[in-house]
């Protein structure tokens, strides 16, 4: 398929078929930097950058944390779409939130998330190079699983157009899986929509927010570089069926969507020659 500038829109199916040759695991979603220092720095910076926005998320005393934070006993909720072995979930959501909603079209990758959740739920792990997830085995927080594509996936009521296959940890008096959230996080997968997809998948993530003045989308990605006199540019890979995409074509993506862009960061300390990776808040 191709837009009206010829520029080649993404096939669910080939990307799905792509990602089906790579391994589970941290170094086959990370496109071989699994193994290096990019996985910790990644999820340094993501920690970082939620408590900076949302500073109440700060377990230890700090400089962003609130002198007199307010008492809640409310759930702070989160999910991670597109989120292949569950590697945010595990060393960043689950440091910051109580409930994570997981979701994954890629059969190999949800299968192995699963196998983690339900490893760490029994204080263990099959991979010695990996921790147990936080706060499953003592029931202080979830992991909930869905099999789907973003295309079809909607927030808000994640079991339409998706599988559900279980949950891990903390299990609710009453039924939470329509509940809305308080992080939506994307990072490395939306390059598999559409323009058009894209701009529906946002709208939708919009409307399943918890707080329209305080919950965050946040959107980190590889970036390609504006044209030369300062156009937006996407640009298309065959091998695996995605798109890159420049900053002004995400922050039209966003303007499009009706979403307002509160914070942008650019990720520092990744190796050197790879694509420059952003990251954008956005309500």
């Not at 900076?52 to 006993?73: D, F, G, I, M, R």
């Not at 994570?100 to 959740?117: H, N, Y």
């Not at 540019?233 to 862009?261: H, M, N, P, V």
Request: overall charge negative.
């Amino acid at each position: 398929m191709t837009t009206p500038n010829s520029v080649p829109q993404p096939v669910v199916v080939d990307g799905i078929e792509y990602w089906n040759t790579q391994p589970a695991n941290y170094d086959g979603v990370l496109g071989g930097f699994g193994t290096g220092s990019l996985p910790r720095i990644d999820a340094l910076g993501s920690r970082q950058l939620l408590m900076y926005l949302l500073p109440e998320l700060c377990t230890v005393k700090s400089a962003v944390q609130p002198l007199k934070p307010k008492p809640s006993n409310r759930r702070i909720r989160a999910v991670e779409v597109g989120a292949g072995v569950g590697r945010v979930t595990s060393d960043v959501l689950l440091h910051l939130v109580h409930d994570v909603v997981l979701v994954e079209p890629v059969d190999s990758f949800v299968q192995e998330a699963v196998k983690r959740g339900q490893e760490s739920a029994e204080g263990r792990t099959s991979d010695p190079s990996l921790k147990v997830w936080k706060g499953i085995q003592d029931k202080n927080k979830s992991v909930m699983f869905y099999k789907g594509t973003l295309q079809a996936f909607d927030p808000a009521h994640p079991t339409n157009g998706t599988t559900p296959l279980g949950r891990v940890g903390y299990a609710p008096p009453e039924d939470d899986s329509e509940s809305l959230f308080d992080i939506i996080w994307c990072q490395w997968c939306l390059g598999h929509l559409s323009d058009s997809d894209l701009v529906a998948f946002f709208k939708r993530c919009k409307a399943a927010t918890r707080e329209t003045d305080k919950s965050l989308i946040v959107v980190k990605e590889n970036l390609c570089s504006d044209t030369d006199d300062g156009r937006p540019l996407t640009i298309f890979d065959e091998s695996d069926s995605s798109l890159t995409r420049s900053d002004l074509a995400w922050k039209k993506a966003f303007t499009d969507a009706g979403l307002t862009l509160v914070y942008e960061q650019t990720q520092l300390g990744f190796p050197h020659g790879l694509f420059e990776v952003k990251m954008y808040a956005l309500r």
